[in-house]
């Protein structure tokens, strides 16, 4: 019964701020990478930031879209994710879901935050 809960979303001016989390519970399997999507009305979903963590060292590695490198940034701790989004653009506004992945043994889907931007 895996749950991925977002919280965060919310109506912001241009160049505003927010900070997006994601909470994974009744995981029974190691997620190795938890992401952030998003998607527009009439878009496709799209990778925005994800945060891999090797299990042998605990290490994370992150990457980003090209369209929100230097004002996103994505932090992990063990099954929480958080996006911190910064100088935002009407062109950020969407619906930002949680992804998990356990590799072997599937992916899970968060329900989404609306993240609305005012141009």
């Known amino acids: 019964q895996v749950q991925l809960v977002e919280s965060g979303g919310g109506s912001v001016q241009n160049g505003g701020s927010l900070r997006l989390s994601c909470t994974a519970s009744?995981?029974?399997?190691?997620?190795?990478?938890m992401s952030w999507y998003r998607q527009a009305p009439g878009k496709q979903r799209e990778l925005v930031a994800a945060?891999?963590?090797?299990?042998?060292?605990?290490?994370?590695s992150t990457n980003y879209a090209d369209a929100v490198k230097g004002r996103f940034t994505i932090s992990r701790d063990k099954d929480t994710i958080y996006l911190q989004m910064n100088g935002l653009t009407s062109e950020d506004t969407a619906v930002y879901y949680c992804?998990?992945?356990?590799?072997?043994?599937?992916?899970?889907w968060g329900q989404g935050t609306q993240v609305t931007v005012a141009s």
């Open positions: 992804h998990a992945d356990f590799k072997q043994f599937g992916v899970e």
């Open positions: 945060a891999t963590t090797d299990p042998k060292t605990d290490a994370t």
């Open positions: 009744g995981t029974k399997f190691y997620i190795y990478t």
